[in-house]
């Protein structure tokens, strides 16, 4: 998949491309989100680490797509912000170090297929602390026997949505868990999402 992302963010616009995202905007806004040091998994385009250091936050974004930290530092130039950009595998990281007290995941957990999401999971806690919150976006909803097939034919096809519970199984030992938005469509595709403030626990 790496060579799919790199090819996008190197040479068109991602159709995701829209922008800070709306319940991050919304948390911000309302206070909920304080600037902090955050960190942005899987930065993309980066319309989320430029918002939220154009609000104050010190903003790192990660992200496994060299074309990808590259728009990202275009942008952010072009912004007048400063964000730090590094590459890096949220599977297996090595340029990221220390603890943030906000992580923000759009759509990068859910593009894991499940033995990579235990290693995201395994390599994300260790930049958490006691109090640290974790804005999770994700699709989410019941996989369709189709869907099981293409997971099983063409693995990358599949990884794309979170099973309902999968956030609470593989997050909730560690943090509090709110689901601050949500909803679930089958007369449309993609048929439903997720997205998730979680706090986490002291241990």
């Not at 998994?41 to 010190?58: K, Y």
């Not at 952010?76 to 906000?102: I, K, M, P, W, Y």
């Amino acid at each position: 998949m790496k060579w799919f992302y790199e090819t996008l963010y190197g040479r068109f616009r991602a159709p995701w491309d829209i922008g800070p995202r709306a319940e991050l905007v919304q948390l911000v806004e309302s206070g909920r989100l304080k600037p902090c040091r955050a960190i942005d998994l899987g930065s993309g385009t980066a319309s989320n680490c430029i918002f939220l250091a154009q609000r104050g936050f010190e903003v790192t974004g990660v992200d496994y797509a060299q074309a990808a930290i590259e728009l990202g530092r275009k942008r952010a130039r072009e912004a007048g912000v400063s964000v730090q950009f590094l590459v890096d595998d949220l599977t297996r990281l090595q340029n990221v170090h220390g603890a943030f007290d906000l992580l923000v995941d759009y759509g990068t957990l859910d593009d894991l297929v499940p033995r990579h999401r235990d290693l995201y999971l395994k390599n994300v806690l260790p930049l958490t602390h006691a109090g640290s919150q974790f804005l999770l976006y994700c699709f989410e909803w019941r996989q369709r026997w189709w869907e099981g097939l293409l997971l099983r034919l063409l693995p990358f096809c599949g990884a794309m949505a979170l099973e309902p519970g999968e956030a609470a199984r593989r997050f909730g030992e560690h943090f509090t868990i709110e689901r601050v938005a949500g909803e679930t469509d089958f007369s449309k595709y993609p048929p439903g999402y997720a997205v998730y403030l979680m706090t986490r626990k002291a241990e």
